[in-house]
Nanobody, 128 residues
Framework: QLQLVESGGGLVQPGGSLRLSCAAS????????IGWFRQAPGKEREGVSC????????KYADSVKGRFTISRDNAKNTVYLQMNSLKPEDTANYYC?????????????????????WGTGTLVTVSS
């Protein structure tokens, strides 16, 4: 069974940091572009970041550029999202997702959907 499992969410104060992890089971992430997405209460899901299967290419939403960093360790079958300088508006459920086709994640980044496999999410709350 193909699964993506997110972890690392929690409560953090504004200005703080968190690192989210996305672990795959039942398949290897080596051949998939991976994206992080988020959905705040009452809002539509939005794209946060994408990383290519090799890790050579990354993209970010304007709202997180310079604060978030996506990376991957294919040997551990895991993708990470390092989030620094967190703001209250970053509060959301964060989801990782896998795409099997090139440019699929880049397109999904703009619309918040269109990936092949999705995790169940991890909650990030930024509050004092």
């Amino acid at each position: 069974q193909l699964q993506l499992v997110e972890s690392g969410g929690g409560l953090v104060q504004p200005g703080g940091s968190l690192r989210l992890s996305c672990a795959a089971s039942g398949f290897t992430l080596d051949y998939y572009d991976i994206g992080w997405f988020r959905q705040a209460p009452g809002k539509e899901r939005e794209g946060v970041s994408c990383i290519s299967s090799s890790g050579a290419s990354t993209k970010y939403a304007d709202s997180v550029k310079g604060r978030f960093t996506i990376s991957r360790d294919n040997a551990k079958n895991t993708v990470y999202l390092q989030m620094n300088s967190l703001k209250p508006e970053d509060t959301a459920n964060y989801y990782c997702a896998a795409a099997s086709s090139a440019r699929q994640c880049d397109l999904a980044l703009n619309v918040g959907y269109g990936m092949d496999y999705w995790g169940t999410g991890t909650l990030v709350t930024v509050s004092s």
